[in-house]
């Protein structure tokens, strides 16, 4: 039997829940090469956990996901899936400003070597519709009708580009980690 060997990616993922003015910082460290049901489940559990434990009722409930926008992390659907039979919404993203968080520092496993200063999506969960927040907020363009939001391809000019992209391998390698993350939360859900 052969052994793959995987190139491992090391990156501080940095997940927050904001309560009123209590910030709450949590970094993941992520040595995975791909998407891992694993990280999504951990993400997945801090949205969960974080409303019905950590968050203030009465306050926003914002919870914010931070990650690199580079792969494979970009390729995670965190605004598609992770917050699959749970109460808090995907309300939008918007750029990681790191002046926002004085003395913040990015960082990764090998702490003393250089980081690259990549640039950082923060992704927004609630389970109030926050409409005093749509002015910060965008929603991608792929996750519009006629594009693969899997994928973040699009729009499609033509049946048959669409019909091109779906049958394409990194398509349905995308379509395999998506299943591979629904497998998971239905049996996680079916056992709770």
């Avoid at 995987?6 to 940095?14: A, D, K, N, Q, S």
């Avoid at 990650?67 to 917050?83: A, L, T």
């Amino acid at each position: 039997m052969r052994r793959r060997t995987f190139r491992i990616v090391r990156h501080i993922l940095t997940v927050r829940c904001v309560d009123h003015l209590h910030l709450k910082i949590y970094q993941i460290t992520v040595q995975k090469a791909r998407f891992d049901p694993v990280i999504a489940a951990l993400l997945h559990q801090f949205i969960k956990y974080a409303n019905k434990f950590a968050l203030n009722t009465q306050g926003a409930g914002l919870c914010f996901i931070t990650s690199k926008d580079v792969k494979p992390y970009r390729e995670w659907n965190i605004e598609g899936s992770f917050n699959t039979h749970l109460n808090a919404h995907y309300q939008g993203q918007m750029p990681f400003d790191i002046s926002h968080f004085s003395g913040y520092k990015i960082r990764n496993v090998d702490r003393d070597k250089h980081v690259k200063d990549t640039s950082g999506i923060t992704y927004v969960f609630s389970e109030k519709p926050l409409p005093e927040l749509a002015s910060l907020l965008t929603l991608p363009a792929y996750l519009s009708d006629n594009y693969c939001s899997l994928c973040r391809v699009g729009p499609f000019l033509a049946y048959e580009d669409k019909s091109k992209h779906f049958a394409a391998k990194k398509h349905l390698q995308m379509i395999k980690l998506e299943q591979d993350w629904q497998q998971w939360l239905t049996a996680f859900y079916k056992s709770s």
